[in-house]
């Protein structure tokens, strides 16, 4: 009997899905886990703090899954983050719901300018917003461009933010996705505010390498 086409591709769709009630476990599994980390904060210049919202927020998409569960109680109705339009995006978007912050979808593949408008409103209405840098597909530790404009509109600083663990696991991943082990000691690293003011004439490559060079001088990757 000949095979229905039609059919096996709907099979392997539903094997890349992840069922939406895993969302909420997976939130309360990494609650859990970041709450095991002895954690240090190095933050020089008080970024670590609402007072100092709103801001955006850099990061490396290799250290998103425990860092929205380091940030303050009192920052989280505060905080939205940036995920891909994507249908891998729709599970980290329902897992950050479930961590109290608040998902923007889009990327600079798809839903780009509804995002960057997005993004301009949580800053207008004075809160702060995560955007990893590299993501979603890459190259790892490498800047994409949207975020200089985001800047520019909204003369809000970028502020780097690494998740810094010496005693990890590292997936296979294109991003290379670090993991604290659980007991753990880490380190919230609030690096050295950048800005671009709404007039300045910069070029937006030798801008990406600014911003790619702050992030850098926050990220300790060595490993015990």
Known sequence: MTADPHRRVFTLKNKRTMPVWL???LAYLLKGWAATLRVKVADPEGFYDVARF?????VWHNRIPLLGNLMKRDMHDRLAVLISASRDGNYGSAVVRHMGLRPV???SSKGGMKA???LLR??????AIVVPLDGPRGPRYEVQPGLVLLARKSGVPIVPVCLNAADRWQLRSWDQ???????SQVELRF???IRFAADEDVELSAACRRIRMGMLEA???RRR
């Open 177 to 183: 996705t670090q993991l604290p082990k659980p007991f």
């Open 54 to 58: 709103p801001a955006i927020y850099a």
């Open 105 to 107: 979808r889009g990327s």
């Open 23 to 25: 969302a909420a476990p």
């Open 116 to 118: 960057l408008r997005d």
């Open 122 to 127: 949580e800053l207008a209405d004075g809160n």
């Open 191 to 193: 690096g050295q505010a």
């Open 219 to 221: 990220t300790r990757d």
